[in-house]
């Protein structure tokens, strides 16, 4: 046999003894995951995560002249500050405001409507926040629900407290209000996230 056919049948054997023992799953190739991409996609997600003691004492400093609603505060992930506080608080006059806090400042103040909720309005809770994805564009929430209740102060049922909803969408370095969806979502007295969703999503076209 000459060195060359050695060479071959040696090959031939290696072969087949790598084949066997996969078969058996005694052999295990070393495989390269991307690690690295999966550990960046992780961490572009929005995350949100209850407040601990030291973000309220941080957030109440911050917000030293309003109410922040701390069960509806959330540290999250945003493209717009990355890790930083949403907050919405209560304002004078029983106003809503919405924040992002960051660094013992206020780095973003969202957007609100007086066409959703007049100023003579009084914000009476904030049922529910939830971050989704709205758009197709991207894998990340790009979008925010806000119930609330108010209370108008007019009339008979002045007093008695009605669901409000209010959508935001990311427009660049910040939110825009989705008007016509919030108006639609508050003219049907939506009480839940799942509710809102499934109309935003069936005739609206949004969440993929």
């Not at 999966?38 to 572009?44: L, R």
């Not at 209010?166 to 996230?193: C, D, H, P």
Request: glycine share 6%; with cysteine; aromatic share 10%.
């Amino acid at each position: 046999m000459t060195i060359s056919t050695r060479k071959t049948m040696r090959t031939i054997n290696l072969l087949l003894a790598a084949s066997a023992a996969s078969f058996f799953g005694f052999y295990s190739p070393n495989i390269n995951y991307p690690r690295t991409d999966i550990a960046q996609a992780q961490t572009k997600q929005v995350n949100p995560t209850p407040l601990s003691t030291t973000d309220v004492r941080q957030v109440r400093k911050v917000l030293l002249k309003q109410t922040p609603i701390i069960n509806q505060s959330f540290r999250v992930n945003l493209q717009e500050c990355g890790s930083c506080f949403f907050v919405p608080a209560i304002k004078s006059e029983r106003n809503l405001g919405i924040y992002l806090v960051k660094n013992n400042r206020v780095a973003y103040t969202f957007p609100q409507s007086e066409d959703l909720t007049p100023k003579g309005w009084a914000v009476h809770k904030v049922k529910a926040v939830s971050f989704l994805q709205l758009g197709f564009s991207g894998p990340n929430e790009d979008g925010i629900i806000v119930l609330a209740e108010y209370i108008t102060g007019i009339g008979r049922d002045g007093a008695k407290p009605f669901p409000v909803t209010i959508v935001y969408m990311r427009e660049g370095k910040g939110f825009k209000i989705l008007a016509k969806e919030s108006e639609v979502l508050t003219s049907r007295r939506v009480k839940t996230v799942r509710e809102a969703q499934q109309i935003l999503q069936n005739e609206f076209k949004y969440l993929p």
